[in-house]
Each structure stands twice: as structure tokens, then as C-alpha cells.
């Protein structure tokens, strides 16, 4: 592989951007709408960076079908950040939140709640086979302020295939990494937030959607940068945003517009990308998914081989192939390939025929 040859990347996050993404930051990287400056460099003040943020903001209202009782934040920390800044936000003394754990990045949340001393109930839990599925059948507590759950998770691979009935009770979703995947009733949504080098961008952000009634539970006692109304009253601007992050967030909204077609076609082409990925893994029996069949990702694709050492020489050989970002997360071993939007049905295929190579040679 020479050294200016693209690979096929397969990295959890920072993940793989639209190719046409890239090429526009390249062409505009430095002389941006004209300005004779990069967008590294422009005032996030200017009428450039305005038009940038506010088009991502109704680029985002667009694609989700949101109404006027949502706001779009850019906000940094990252979802990490949320975890804290969710019960901080909405919950009161006396109030209580239900949580749903399926996942590394679940505990994180429920952890972050509970070290602030608020009341949250986890009411279900797929821990006991080793978050290798979806729970079903939850019952929500009815006078919650919020049910919280991840809706994808890149370390089990698991997803949630249909969002649970929680009898009315705002939905809050961490979704970072399967926004703007498909389409989904926003409705049931109080709030979403997506760390954006997943699915949507390079790091650097969190992008929150809140709606009106949870906004408004925003306390004026917590600190200005930790408060949600000092976001969506500013248009993210209260101090320095990321500027080149939402810029090419604005480039990948406009990519999923314009030249994918929106969420529904999305949602066809990453389901043709998961049925051959699965598909072929379920017949070979050398590589075996780790999450049940019904609670699958169809961004994050988890397998085993059959030994941690075949699974360093697939990784090896796969990259030397021009296959990136194979190894599992570092808590469970393993292999992972995410196939988040951009990565192509191509990449996908090449995937597949590396694997039943690697198969043929090994089993």
C-alpha cells in the first residue's frame, strides 16, 4: 500500500468522515467562503461562522423533523460531559430518573448521577450476560423526570432496535454513535446528545437536543458552562466553540441532504451493509458475533475468532491489507468493525472477502 493510499477504515471513533467531506475541507482549508482566511482562523463572531453554525442547526431540524420546541447545542466535553450535566440540569431535590444499563457507557452515566447524590433507579439491565443484549419488557416509574438509555453501544455491539414505551416520561438517549442513522419518532425525546466522532464529525463537540420542557428545568445555581440555558440562549456561542468541528458536522449533515438522500436511504444502505456483515458471519462458524441476533448494531459489528491469537493475525494482516480499525475496545478483546454512514457498502465487501480468506488460510 503506498503511502498516500486511502485504507478502508473501520475505527469506533475518531471514525471515518465522507470522502467528499474531506475533499471539500481540503479545497477550502485555506481560503474559506472567500474570507482569505482558513476556518481555523475566522472570528467565530464573523457572518461566515454564523452562516456555518445556523445551516447545521436547520440542517439538524431538517433531517430529524424537529419542531420549535427544540433547541440544537453544540456543546464541548464531549458525551462524557453529559453524564454529569444531565441530572445537574433536570433533576430537583425530590425528583428521580429511571436508567436502563446495557453497556459500558450506561454505567458511566448512571455512575455520574449517582456521585451527585441524585435519586435514579436502574431499572433494567443486561449485565447478567455481559450487556450482550437489549432488555425488554422495562417497567418505568411513571413519575420519573426522565428515562435515560444508550441507544447504540460501540463496545457490545448491541442496539436498540424499537425505543421502549416508557408510558409518557421523556425519553433522554445517549446516541453518539447511530445518529442520523435511521429514522426514529423524535417525540418520544426530551433530550439526545452524540458525541459527533462517531457518526457525524471529528471530535471536538457533543451535539445536545433539548426540548423546551426539560430546558426549562435548568436550575440558575450550577455553574455557567454546566447550565443548558447558557447554550441555546447564545446559540452555542457563549464563549469560543469548536469552529472547525461544527464546520465539517455542517459538511456531513449537507453530504446525508444532498447526496445520500436523508435518513430513510440511510437507513437502507446501512441495513444492506449490517446483512452482509452478519450474514456471512453466521454461515462461516469461524468468526462468531458477540451480541444476540435481535439486539445486533448495525453500526458496531462485534466478533471473536477462535483464539486471542488468530484475532491479533487478523487484525495484523488486515490492516497490512488496507482494512484500519479492527481491534476490539481494549476492555473486551476481540474485533469490531464499525460501519457507521460513511463507511461504504464497498468497504464493507472488502471486509467480508478478506475475512473468508483469512478463514480459508486459518481454520
Known amino acids: 500500500m503506498s503511502s498516500n493510499q486511502r485504507i478502508y477504515n473501520f475505527n469506533a471513533g475518531p471514525a471515518a468522515l465522507p470522502l467528499p467531506v ?3 475541507i481540503q479545497k477550502e482549508f485555506l481560503n474559506f467562503a472567500g474570507s482569505g482566511m ?25 433531517i430529524l423533523k424537529l419542531d420549535d420546541r427544540y433547541h440544537v447545542l453544540f456543546i464541548q466535553g464531549g458525551a462524557s460531559m453529559q453524564f454529569c450535566m444531565i441530572p445537574m440540569n433536570l433533576l430537583g431535590s425530590g425528583d428521580t430518573a429511571d436508567y436502563v444499563n446495557t453497556g459500558t457507557w450506561s454505567t458511566k ?20 450476560k455481559n450487556f450482550s443484549y437489549i432488555p425488554k419488557s422495562i417497567n418505568f416509574d411513571p413519575k420519573a423526570v426522565y428515562a435515560h438509555i444508550t441507544s447504540n453501544n460501540t463496545i457490545k ?3 436498540w432496535a424499537d425505543f421502549p414505551d416508557t408510558g409518557g416520561v421523556p425519553l433522554v438517549a445517549d446516541m453518539s454513535s447511530d445518529i442520523f442513522s435511521r429514522p426514529f419518532d423524535v417525540n418520544k425525546f426530551g433530550l439526545i446528545y452524540a458525541g ?6 471529528p ?13 426549562a428545568r435548568t436550575p440558575k445555581d450550577i455553574p455557567t ?16 466553540p469548536p469552529c472547525f468541528t461544527i464546520y465539517t458536522i455542517q459538511l456531513v449533515l449537507k453530504w446525508l441532504e444532498e447526496t445520500i438522500g436523508g435518513l ?7 441495513r444492506e451493509k449490517g446483512e452482509l456483515l452478519y450474514g456471512f458471519m453466521d454461515q462461516s462458524g469461524f468468526y462468531k458475533g458477540t451480541a444476540e441476533k435481535d439486539s445486533r448494531s448495525l453500526m458496531n459489528v462485534t466478533f471473536r475468532l477462535p483464539s486471542e491469537d488468530l484475532e491479533k493475525k487478523f487484525v495484523a494482516e488486515a490492516t497490512a491489507n488496507g482494512l484500519g480499525g479492527l481491534k476490539g475496545h481494549r476492555s473486551v478483546g476481540g474485533c469490531r468493525a464499525s460501519i457507521y454512514n460513511p463507511t461504504s457498502l464497498e468497504a464493507v465487501t472488502a471486509l467480508v472477502n478478506f475475512m473468508k480468506e483469512f478463514e480459508k488460510k486459518n481454520s
Open 203 to 215: 471530535a471536538g463537540v457533543c451535539m445536545v437536543i433539548i426540548r423546551d420542557d426539560l430546558l
Open 157 to 159: 455491539g448491541t442496539q
Open 264 to 270: 430513510g436511504k440511510m437507513a437502507e444502505i446501512n
Open 38 to 62: 482558513s476556518i481555523t482562523e475566522i472570528s467565530h463572531r464573523s457572518k461566515w461562522f454564523d452562516d456555518v453554525i445556523n445551516d447545521a442547526v436547520l440542517r439538524v431540524k431538517r
Open 225 to 240: 458552562m454546566l447550565r443548558y440555558t447558557t447554550f441555546s440562549e447564545s446559540n452555542s456561542m457563549y464563549n469560543t
Open 22 to 24: 474531506l475533499e471539500t
Open 109 to 128: 452515566a448512571i455512575k455520574e448521577a449517582q456521585s451527585q447524590g441524585k435519586t435514579i433507579t436502574v431499572v433494567a439491565s443486561s449485565e447478567d
Open 196 to 201: 459527533t466522532q462517531k457518526n457525524m464529525g
